[in-house]
């Protein structure tokens, strides 16, 4: 079974910079793209990035272009996401989640597995 665990989330200010790391287990995490959402309260969960098999290729949400980095370091199976001049706006819980194929998407129905979370809050 396959097991997406996040962590590197916390309390930032606004301007700051966080990285986000989801340990991948359970099957072979060289072969499947990966992706970052997140969820405000209220709002409806929402595509971030997504990253390659083999980390080459990415795609982001409009929102966080030229903020964000979506990495993956397939020796360690992990993936992150490295957040620079975060805005209030970007506070949610981030979610990593895999597919079960090597194509990237942006929709949150063609994803498989899914971790638990992580808390981002950015203040004032």
């Known amino acids: 079974q396959v097991q997406l665990v996040e962590s590197g989330g916390g309390l930032v200010q606004a301007g700051g910079s966080l990285r986000l790391s989801c340990a991948a287990s359970g099957r072979t995490f060289s072969s499947y793209a990966m992706g970052w959402f997140r969820q405000a309260p209220g709002k409806e969960r929402e595509f971030v990035a997504a990253?390659?098999?083999?980390?080459?290729?990415?795609n982001y949400e409009d929102s966080v272009k030229g903020r964000f980095t979506i990495s993956r370091d397939n020796a360690k199976n992990t993936v992150y996401l490295q957040m620079n001049s975060l805005k209030p706006e970007d506070t949610a819980v981030y979610y990593c989640?895999?597919?079960?194929?090597?194509?990237?998407?942006?929709?949150?129905?063609?994803?498989?597995?899914w971790g638990q979370g992580t808390q981002v809050t950015v203040s004032l």
């Open positions: 990253i390659s098999r083999g980390g080459g290729t990415t």
């Open positions: 989640a895999q597919r079960n194929t090597i194509y990237m998407s942006r929709f949150g129905h063609e994803y498989d597995y």
